[in-house]
C-alpha cells in the first residue's frame, strides 16, 4: 500500500530550558514541588501584573541557534497567542510569531538502517526557533469525577523549534529528535528529561502519490514523550491516512492524540491556523534586542556536535559509524572518550571498544553518569596499555577494571595484588598443556582424529587450569604443537 503513497513529516519539539526561574517572573521551575506552590500574579496573568524577561532564556535560544546554524535575529518581538484552556487562565501565551528569535538553520541526525543496512546520517531543514511560556497542567486523577489545574508549569520557558517537512520515516522523526535532544545536552541548555516534559515533539504527518511535489493534507500528533511513541504514533498515522486515501478518502486536518495502549491515533479537535489564534504583539512587552556580550555569552555555550564529533572518529580513528554515534550521544562519554584516546599510546579503536563495551555497560547498570564512575581516563588508559602489551589477558583485563572501580589504585598495583600478570614462560605453558592433555585423553584423541574443533575445548581447559593467566596466543601455539607431536 505505501509503495504509492510518500510520507512527509515536520517535527515541532518543545525544548523546556534548565533556567532557575520562569521566563517573565522569579517562580521557581523545579520539578516536582506540591500542586500551585510555585507562582504568583505574574505567571497566572492575574489582571495589573506585568511581565519581566528572564534574559538567561535568550541566552540559551541564541546558543541552539548558532548551533544548528540559524540566523539569530537582534531584534525579535514578543506575540499573544490567545486561546481558551483550562490551564491558562489568562487566555493567552505570551510567544513569539512573525519576528522570532531564530530562523533558517539545519539539523543533522543519524537514521538507523532497515535489516542489514548501516546507520546513515541524514539532515533537515530548521523553519525557526522562538522562545515562549509554558502553560500549567490539567490533572484528570479520577477523584470524585473533578478535575484539578497544576499551575507551577505555567510561565516554564521553552524554546520550540520548528523542522520543515523533510522527514520521510518513522525512523527518521525518531533520529531527529535523538539529535536534538543529545545538541540541547551537549549546550547544558535542557536536560531533554522526556518523562518529566522536558521535551515534547508534536508531529505534523501528510502523505502524497510518490514523485509528487505538492503537500498532502497533513494531520498534528500531539504531545509525544518518547522516542518509541514517536515512531509508533507516526507509524500508525501514516498506515491511517494510506487506507484512508486508498478507500477514496480525504485526510481531515486535524490535531490528533496518540493511544499507546491500543497504539492508534484519535481526533482530538480541528486543526488550528495561526490566523485562529489572533496573535498580535504583546503591549507589555518592547520588542527584545540581543546585545554583543549576550550573543557571546552564548557562542561560550558552542561546541562540536555530535554527528560531527563522531563523523570526525570516523575519519581519524576508523571506528564503525554505530561506535561513534553510541560514543558521541552524551558529552560526557564524549569527552571521557576524547580523553582516553590522548593518553592512550595507540589506535583509538581500542578506547572505543572499552568505553562501549566495559564503560557503558557499568554506567547502565549504576544508572550513572560518567563523572559519576569514579575511573579517570587515565587509568582506563594504563589498563588497556597492560591487554595490548600482553602483560594481562583481556579476560583478566575485565577483573582489573571491576577492581579499579571504587579505589584509587594504579592497574598495575592491581595486577600484582590480584597475581593475574600474563603467563608467557614457554616451560610453564608446556606443563599445563602436558597436563591438560593427560586429564583429557579422548578429547586428545578426538583432535588427532581430524576433528579439530575440539581444540576449543581444550583451550578453555588450559585457561582454566592457569587460572587465567596463561598467554591465549602462546598457550594455543603450545597446545597444538603438542597434540600433533604425539
Not at 550573543?295 to 580513528?317: D, K, N, S
Not at 572518550?337 to 599510546?345: L, S, T
Not at 608446556?430 to 574443533?453: H, L
Amino acid at each position: 500500500m505505501l509503495e504509492r503513497w510518500e510520507p512527509v513529516i515536520g517535527l515541532e519539539v518543545h525544548v523546556q530550558l534548565s533556567t532557575r526561574s520562569k521566563i517573565f517572573c522569579g517562580c521557581s521551575t523545579a520539578f516536582g514541588a506540591p500542586a500551585n506552590s510555585h507562582t504568583c500574579p505574574t505567571c497566572l496573568g492575574l489582571p495589573g501584573a506585568l511581565p519581566v524577561f528572564n534574559l538567561r532564556v535568550a541566552e540559551m535560544a541564541a546558543a541552539l541557534g548558532l548551533a544548528l546554524g540559524c540566523e539569530v535575529r537582534e531584534r525579535s518581538v514578543w506575540a499573544r497567542k490567545n486561546y481558551f484552556y483550562a490551564d491558562l487562565p489568562k487566555g493567552y501565551q505570551i510567544s513569539q510569531f512573525a519576528e522570532p528569535i531564530c530562523e533558517h538553520g539545519a539539523l543533522r541526525f543519524f537514521v538507523d538502517g532497515d535489516e542489514g543496512e548501516e546507520v546513515r546520517v541524514a539532515e533537515a531543514s530548521i523553519v525557526r526557533i522562538h522562545m515562549e511560556e509554558d502553560a500549567g497542567k490539567s490533572v484528570h486523577d479520577g477523584g470524585g469525577g473533578h478535575s484539578r489545574v497544576d499551575l507551577n508549569r505555567a510561565g516554564v520557558p521553552l524554546l520550540e523549534v520548528v523542522s520543515a517537512p523533510d522527514l520521510r520515516s518513522p525512523e527518521e522523526a525518531a533520529g531527529y529528535l535523538k539529535a536534538l535532544r543529545s545538541i540541547v545536552r551537549y549546550l547544558g541548555i535542557s536536560d531533554g528529561n522526556m518523562q518529566e516534559g522536558s521535551l515534547r515533539c508534536d508531529a505534523n504527518v501528510s502523505l502524497r502519490p510518490r514523485g509528487e511535489r505538492a503537500l498532502g493534507t497533513r494531520a498534528e500528533v500531539k504531545n509525544l514523550n518518547s522516542f518509541r511513541f514517536v515512531a509508533k504514533a507516526i507509524t500508525h498515522e501514516i498506515l491511517r491516512q494510506a487506507e484512508l486515501l486508498e478507500e477514496g478518502g480525504v485526510v481531515e486536518q486535524e490535531t490528533r492524540l496518540y493511544d499507546s495502549e491500543r497504539d492508534e491515533t484519535r481526533t482530538m479537535r480541528s486543526k488550528e491556523e495561526a490566523e485562529d489564534y489572533r496573535y498580535f504583539p504583546d503591549p507589555d512587552l518592547p520588542p527584545l534586542h540581543l546585545d554583543a556580550a549576550l550573543l557571546e555569552r552564548a557562542r561560550a555555550r558552542l561546541t562540536e556536535l555530535p554527528v560531527q564529533r563522531a563523523e570526525r572518529w570516523v575519519a581519524e580513528h576508523g571506528l564503525s559509524v554505530e561506535d561513534a554515534r553510541t560514543l558521541s550521544n552524551e558529552r560526557g562519554v564524549a569527552e571521557y572518550f576524547e580523553a582516553a584516546v590522548q593518553a592512550f599510546d595507540g589506535p583509538g579503536a581500542v578506547p572505543a571498544k572499552w568505553i562501549v563495551g566495559e564503560v557503558l555497560r557499568e554506567l547502565g547498570e549504576r544508572n550513572a553518569s560518567i563523572e559519576a564512575l569514579g575511573l579517570a581516563p587515565d587509568r582506563l588508559a594504563e589498563l588497556m596499555a597492560l591487554v595490548e602489551a600482553d602483560t594481562i589477558s583481556s579476560s583478566a583485563g575485565k577483573q582489573v577494571f571491576a577492581a579499579l572501580l571504587g579505589n584509587e589504585k594504579r592497574p598495575r598495583e592491581l595486577v600484582a595484588e590480584l597475581g593475574l600478570e600474563q603467563v608467557s614462560d614457554s616451560g610453564a605453558l608446556e606443563a599445563v598443556v602436558a597436563q591438560v592433555i593427560r586429564d583429557f585423553p579422548d578429547q586428545a584423541a578426538t583432535y588427532r582424529g581430524g576433528k579439530k574443533g575440539i581444540l576449543a575445548f581444550l583451550m578453555g581447559q588450559v585457561m582454566k587450569a592457569s587460572g587465567g593467566k596463561a598467554n591465549p596466543k602462546l598457550a594455543s601455539e603450545a597446545l597444538r604443537q603438542k597434540l600433533e607431536e604425539e
